[in-house]
């Protein structure tokens, strides 16, 4: 026993010398610190979990693991100022799909089974889904099956449950506040933010932290009432049928679960770069646009540049002109169109950069399509650098000022864009206060300001042939479409909603 003892007190002393004796401090660069330490990729994560956990129950878990992967899925745009049929021909020898075939297949397969549903059913029946299920032949099941391509009865039963739900779908319908469709999230009132701010959005999804230091205080939830006064203001939403693809529009991705890396570029005859590989999500809001020949085209907040060079490629538009404020992402800009476009666009007077602050641009009628890709909280980015996050304690009033800045920034893009024109509004984020809820600010600012009568495009039914690649979070949204990260297809987020203006 005394044996024992003795150990016991030799232990102690050990670990007193070497850890705890009285006295003893570590650096900060000292191990122990610096896994104490939280980063400001913690920080976000937390943030997310805290926020979008609420908003996107039991599939947080699966976009918060698609998040967190290094790797995310691209998809290809081929460079129609180099070898377009090269480069075409190549791609597919990789196994790579074109989009737009994709998507037609998948179309005449949801055509067949919707007529197949009225034929039998009427456009009415609550019971169709499960007819359908039961009568659909199983050789018709077979060639699906046979084409790769999942079921679409699960797609065509949540098509039709929407359908349902909006028979008086032309009938303006009353807004609702972002409080009556997501009110199980609890608003922590300790939070406080510098009133300066003039903050006007809700305050139903912004967990944030104290900001010390100031002298004057008011409750964060003070701030995000807007939508409270916004109850008897009505949008009219429309059902848009089909997404357009552009006829020299060629875009190339891998199918579900499929993280085939697409090589790098090499440059073609033409001294330019074969493909432009961006986030697979990234191709939507550009489709929503539906360019036409003859187009003027506007991009607010272009860079890096990727969706104007998209915008391009579909060879469709008169004039394109991507703008930003800030000279370094100027840059970038013209960076990605040296290198995909070297000045040939210039010389055929296609394309055109600009640095002006998007809230300012005064233009009206100019243009008949603008692109509205606003900055936001970049989720995937955050969680995967300390670099520029905005997520660091010195950019907290940049961040609670984001929804702001982003509602004047659409706002004025509704006033700017011809009567019978396209505004089509993007993020990469999951908040719906930085999607929906700024599309709501703005619509109804662009109604008191400037008289703008807007209409809202539901895209769901555009969108269903595409389920088959992309997943779209289903969160109640009133305006917008959202493209979630996966385990299966991760790529995204990518927000976007799809305004046409009639006055």
């Known amino acids: ?31 122990s610190v610096i896994r104490k330490k939280k980063t400001t990729k913690d920080k976000a994560l937390e943030y997310f979990d805290d926020f979008y956990a609420n908003v996107y129950k039991n599939n947080w878990k699966d976009i918060r693991t698609a998040l967190l992967k290094k ?10 100022f180099s070898d377009t049929e090269k480069i075409r021909s190549n791609l597919e020898l990789l196994g790579a799909l074109n989009l737009r075939s994709v998507y037609n297949v998948q179309k005449k397969n949801v055509d ?30 077979s060639e699906l099956q046979a084409a790769n391509y999942p079921n679409l009865l699960e797609a ?45 959005m809700l305050h139903e999804y912004v967990p944030t932290s104290k900001l010390k230091g100031l002298d004057d205080w008011v409750l964060e939830s003070d701030h995000y009432k807007f939508y409270t006064k916004a109850d008897d203001f009505k949008v009219s939403v429309e059902n848009e049928h089909v997404l357009p693809f552009p006829e020299h529009l060629h875009v190339y991705t891998f199918e ?13 005859s033409t001294g330019v770069l074969d493909y432009y590989l961006f986030d697979g999500g990234s191709i939507l809001p550009v489709l929503a646009l539906d360019i036409q020949l003859g187009d003027i085209v506007l991009d607010m907040c272009a860079a890096p540049g990727g969706k104007a060079l998209t915008i391009l490629q579909t060879l469709m538009p008169r004039l394109v002109i991507a703008n930003d404020v800030i000279e370094s992402r100027i840059k970038r800009i013209k960076n990605v169109m040296n290198q995909f476009v070297s000045n040939i666009c210039e010389k055929e007077n296609m394309f055109l950069i600009t640095q002006q602050d998007a809230r300012t641009i005064n233009e009206n009628g100019r243009y008949n399509k603008i692109l509205v890709d606003v900055p936001c909280t970049t989720d995937r980015h955050n969680l995967h650098t300390d670099e520029n996050n905005i997520f660091k304690q010195s950019r907290v009033k940049e ?4 929804p702001e800045i982003q509602s004047e920034i659409l706002a004025n893009a509704l006033k700017l864009v011809s009567v ?12 719906p ?71």
């Open 1 to 31: 026993m005394a044996l024992l003892l003795d150990k016991l007190r030799l232990k102690k002393i050990v670990k007193l010398s070497v850890r705890y004796v009285a006295g003893s401090t570590h650096g900060k660069d000292h191990w």
């Open 71 to 80: 790797e995310s899925k691209y998809l290809a745009v081929v460079n129609n």
């Open 112 to 141: 067949f089974f919707k007529s197949k549903r009225e034929a039998k059913y009427g456009k009415s029946d609550d019971d169709i889904q499960n007819s359908i299920e039961t009568e659909t032949s199983l050789d018709r099941m």
């Open 156 to 200: 065509e039963t949540d098509s039709d449950k929407t359908d349902s739900d909006k028979k008086n779908e032309n009938i303006p319908i009353k807004l609702q506040s972002i409080d009556a469709s997501l009110n199980d999230i609890n608003i922590d009132n300790t939070r406080i933010v510098d009133s300066s701010l003039n903050l006007s």
């Open 256 to 268: 579900r679960d499929n993280y085939t890396r697409f090589p790098n570029p090499k440059k073609g």
């Open 399 to 402: 961040r609670l000022k984001l």
């Open 420 to 431: 019978g024109g396209t505004v089509v509004y993007s993020t990469c984020s999951l908040s």
């Open 433 to 503: 206060i930085q999607n929906d809820g700024v599309v709501q600010v703005a619509l109804k600012k662009a109604w008191q300001e400037n008289n703008c009568v807007m209409v809202v495009k539901d895209m769901t039914e555009a969108l269903l042939p595409l389920r088959c690649i992309y997943d779209f979070g289903r969160i109640g949204l009133k305006y917008g479409h959202i493209v979630i990260p996966t385990c299966h297809n991760n790529w995204g987020p990518m927000y976007f909603c799809k305004i046409v203006k009639v006055q």
